[in-house]
């Protein structure tokens, strides 16, 4: 089983949000990022958001040092 994370720090927002999420399955960590996207981002919890979240996960976990930040298109 290989560890996933999803880091917000590589995504721009107005708050530049810090926070980095990880698990050892995908099940458990869509379940704190849905969480997280909805109590601090105040996203609605949808099967969209799940849906997008989920593309979003990577193997391994977070980096120490942040990655640079998306650009907007």
Request: charged content about 25%; proline content about 8%; hydrophobic content about 35%.
């Amino acid at each position: 089983m290989t560890r996933k994370y999803i880091d917000c720090r590589e995504f721009p927002s107005d708050m530049n949000c810090t926070v980095a999420l990880s698990a050892d399955t995908d099940q458990e960590l869509l379940e704190a990022a849905v969480q997280h996207a909805v109590a601090v981002h105040q996203h609605q919890d949808t099967p969209e958001l799940r849906s997008e979240i989920t593309k979003l996960f990577k193997e391994g976990t977070p980096p120490v040092v942040a990655q640079p930040r998306a650009q907007p298109a």
